[in-house]
Structures are given as C-alpha cells and as structure tokens.
C-alpha cells in the first residue's frame, strides 16, 4: 500500500514491524512547496500516520495543529474484485458492464436471469456474451456461477468444475428475491447428493440467507436461515466452502466469526455498511434504497462496520449491485436491487475512512475475496484520491434510466488507475 501527499512525495507501508513514516504537508496546493514534518517510528498497523484515516491531527514543526485542508491523499492498492455481483443481460448487461469492467479485475457473476443459469454450457454462454460486451482493452475477467435447483445433478458439479469459468454455486432459496422463483425448495431432502459432490470438487456454495417462510417476519428471516438451515448444514459438511452473500445482520456476523477460518466467508455489500431500515422510508418511500436481504436496525450496520474494520480474513467485498430500469424501481410493485458498481470503491474506502481503518481497506477490497476462492491476487494497482466529486442523478440510455446509489450526492473518494 502507498501513501502520497499532492506533491509525490510518498511512503511505503510496510506491515507486522518497526516501520518509519513519513508525513508531508504541503504549503500550498500547487505542489510547489512541500516539507516533511516529522518521522514517527512505532509498532503501528499500516497506514496508521499522522493526518490519516480520520485526520483529526496535523502538526507543523514547531507542533501546532494546522488545518488538514492542505493535504490532498492519495491511496494506492491492489486492484480489488467484486464477489457477488448482477449484470443482467441483453440492453442492461451492455449498459452496466463497463461500470463494473473500470474499477474491479474479476467478479463472481451471479445468475438468476431469465432464464437461471443452471448448466455450465449456460454459463459458458452467458461469459461469453459478457465479454463481448466489454469496452475494447479491458481485462475484466467474470468468473460464472451455476444457479442451483431442486434437479441440479452432481454430474454437473463435475463438468462445472472442469470447464475453467465456472466458479461457485448460488444458492436462493425459492422466492427469496429477484428471479429466484426457481430455487430451492428442499435443501437436505433434494439437494444433498450436490453438496456432497461440490466438497469433493472444492466448490463454493454461495448462499442467499433467508428463510421465505411468510409467517417469518422480513427483518428475522436471515437470523432464522442460520439456525435452521447454515448451521446444519456446515455441521453436516463441514468441508464445504461456504459464502454467506450480503450479510445484513449482528447474527450474520456472530456466525461467521464462529466458523472456521477458510470454510465460510461473508460479502457486504456498501448498503449494508452504510445504510440502515430508517433510509427506506426518510422524506417518504425511497426505492432506490429498497434491496434483498432488507435494510436492518443501526445496530447491526454498526456490528458489519465493525466486522469488516476489524482486518478479519473473512469477510471481503461484494457490492450485490443489482441494476434495474427506473421506471421498475419507481413502480407499485418495485424490484429489490441497488446499482452501486459506479460508486462501490468511493464508498467503501469512506467507511473505513470514517471508522479510521483505511490500512485494513486493501485487505477487504483486494485479498480477502481470493485469498479464500484460492485464486491468485490481482497484480495491478488502483488509487483512491481523496477528492469531492458528484455522483449523477440519474444514468441514461437508450433503454431508459437507472439510478445509482448515492445519486446526487457528493463523495470524497475517486478511483483511478495511475
């Protein structure tokens, strides 16, 4: 990780020793004129200078606060991956694909389309339609998965393994959320001769974790999922890799924590780390705000926080950006998804910015997600600069509009490749 002040000037990072930083301020924002202050050698984590992260503190040399205005950072990481992602098809798919293709280097494809993504030459298919709709030079790479039925066959594990793209099996218990009406209906009773083959293939089980029973109340169903269907299923396989997708509860978290490290990871979307239930009903119904698993209480977007903060192996990115067309958001029946892949990075780094944990965002963007899939890190780099820009109101294109997440609002971080 690198640390630049707007002059480049720079300090490398580095981890688990004595290291010696350096911290600039610069006089002017010019670049012009630029003095170092002071060195800090310390048992420290990375990142963790003076004027970082939080930057409550800035000193000159005679040790006067000054105002931190005069710095403009730059953070310079691994270029991260997204592990659970939507891009539709057709119109939509050639609309958001490049949003996702110019900040993250894979992503794990989810596929509930019409029709679900339940044979590898599907998925075959499907990648290769991605690709196509790809902007010239990109070296986004999606990794496909296989939506899982109450008649998938473990011949097909096989052939999924086999081929080299697919990657995971998605889990969506029937009616859980969008296009999921063919989903599991019985999960030990129909789908246990899969799972069993998916350890023997070191496959991924990604799970939606939710209960549909209807008498279940919205804001319990993930709770109730994991008592009654994760954890019996990880004491039944405990050899099976398992991704609980879009964690949205302190219960989620506790769970995860418990298991072993390697076996069940956790996404978290930028929803559920900066959002709670009150942003679905602030100054009226808010649509854009409404996504599957629901929205939940401040207390466990504060436990998520802390999770992901905390530099725990087991939890990575995953921004479950889910595009849909305006004028089905804004309807009387309204699709569940947020459209975040254009503003993912800007607001992960500004929650661990505000928690002061930005030395511990790389690990979550970057190596957490592959670490755990078993795949090799990405080698090249992107840096945030920590600079105001406005997210637009609204997306258009020939099909109609989408709305990003954070829509019109002004963020304070920006990715861009060096």
Known sequence: MLLKCCCGLQSDIEQSFYVVFSVF???DNTGESCKALMMIKTLVSPCSVVGFGSQKLKLDRSCKKVKPGGVRMELTITQPDDWHLHLRDGDLLQAVVPHSASHFRRAIVMPNLKPPVTSTAAAINYRESIMKALPVGSSFDPLMT???TDKTHPDEIKLARESGVVYAVK????????NSQDGVTDLFGKCLPVLEEMVKQNMPLLVHG???DPSIDVFDREKIFIETVLQPLIQRLPQLKVVMEHITTMDAVNFVESCKEGFVGATVTP?????????LFQGGLQPHNYCLPVLKREIHREAIVKAVTSGSKKFFLGTDSAPHERRRKESSCGCAGIYSAPVALSLY?????????LDKLEAFTS?????????PRN??????????WKVPEVLSFSFGEIIPMFAGETLQWQPSFE
Not at 367 to 375: A, E, R, S, T, V
């Open 25 to 27: 301020i610069c006089h």
């Open 146 to 148: 296989l939506y899982l």
């Open 171 to 178: 889990l969506y218990p029937a009616g859980a959320t969008t």
């Open 210 to 212: 939710e209960v549909t």
């Open 271 to 279: 929803q559920h780390l900066l959002l709670n239930r009150n942003a």
């Open 349 to 357: 780094a500004k929650v661990f910015d505000e928690a002061g944990a």
């Open 367 to 375: 190596f957490n997600g592959p670490d755990f899939y078993g795949l």
């Open 379 to 388: 080698s090249s780099k992107i840096t945030l600069k920590k600079a105001p």
